[in-house]
């Protein structure tokens, strides 16, 4: 189990926001959380639910978002925060996408040669209140990777292999993966509004796959950067991500996004859980 940061994230049952589910996971004491590792024990509000049928195809989903589990906003809705936050998101992509252009040309260069054109890589993923977006990256994987999902085992709703044991990596993709290279274009995506520096990634699942209890993570704009991203990456269970994600919902504010901004280079610099 990664180690965590207790200095801003506490517990895993502190995000749920429910007296009784927080009093249950309280009780459970040989599964509680310690100062350096965390184990969880799902409340048993959080079983009964389970998950939404899944009876719909995402295609159908995209075609009818009346389809999809709705989601109230969340996170922190005050006007001088939202409006800092979407400045701050302006100023900064815009600033790194200037700083950051002779490294984003090399790359796209490269790929355009070893891709045959085809450097970068778009998938719809699911944002704010879980509706669907086109997300940019550059190409990591092989053309045929969507072919190839079969070959790689699935924690929760993400494919759980490493990078170097994931078989549709390319080699020069695997480099870009380990530095976080290829998530750079989506600085493209903050400045269209679709993300944020800051908030739980976008995933490819759509919403109706997501346990009722993991919901609250769409209320608030996907992010660059998150307590999963700076806490260990794939060294973490899908699970745990998704408490992580509800906790920096509940205590989203500029103090959390400046914390997390600030330990994100240290993170991509160290590589970790990043291969």
């Given amino acids: 189990m990664a180690r965590l940061d207790t200095a801003i ?54 075609d009818d978002p009346s389809a999809r589990p709705r989601v109230s906003a969340g996170g922190n809705r005050s006007t001088p925060y939202r409006v800092t ?7 900064g992509a815009t600033s790194l ?3 950051l252009s002779p490294l984003l040309l090399l790359t796209c260069l490269v790929l355009t040669i070893t891709t045959r054109g085809r450097p970068f890589f778009c998938q719809t ?20 990777a969507e072919d190839l999902g079969h070959l790689v085992q699935r924690d929760g709703l993400v494919f759980k292999k490493r990078d170097c044991e994931d078989p549709r990596v390319t080699r020069i993709g695997a480099l870009l993966r380990k530095t976080s290279i290829d998530e750079l274009p989506q600085l493209a995506n903050v400045l ?21 209890w993991q919901l609250d993570r769409f209320s608030v704009r996907p992010g660059l950067t998150c ?3 700076v806490s ?17 919902v509940k205590h989203q504010s500029l103090r959390i996004d400046a914390i997390l901004l600030l330990r994100t280079p240290a993170t991509v610099l160290s590589c970790r859980g990043a291969g």
Wanted: aromatic fraction near 12%; charge should be negative; charged fraction near 20%.
């Fill in 232 to 248: 260990g990456r794939s060294e973490i269970g899908f699970e745990e991500w998704m408490h992580m994600d509800l906790w920096y």
């Fill in 125 to 144: 993923r699911y944002g704010l209140h879980g509706e669907p977006f086109t997300l940019f990256k550059f190409r990591t994987m092989v053309t045929n």
């Fill in 192 to 212: 269209l509004g679709q993300m944020s520096l800051v908030g739980p990634r976008p995933l490819s699942a759509a919403v109706d796959r997501f346990e009722p």
């Fill in 97 to 99: 996408l200037v700083l």
């Fill in 85 to 91: 936050k979407r400045v701050v998101d302006i100023v």
């Fill in 9 to 62: 994230y506490r517990a895993p049952h502190s995000v749920t926001g429910n007296p009784q589910a927080e009093a249950s996971a309280t009780q459970s004491s040989t599964q509680s959380v310690t100062c350096e590792s965390t184990e969880y024990c799902e409340p048993a509000e959080y079983q009964e639910f389970g998950k939404f049928a899944d009876n719909q195809t995402d295609s159908e989903l995209l």
């Fill in 227 to 229: 307590l999963w991203q």
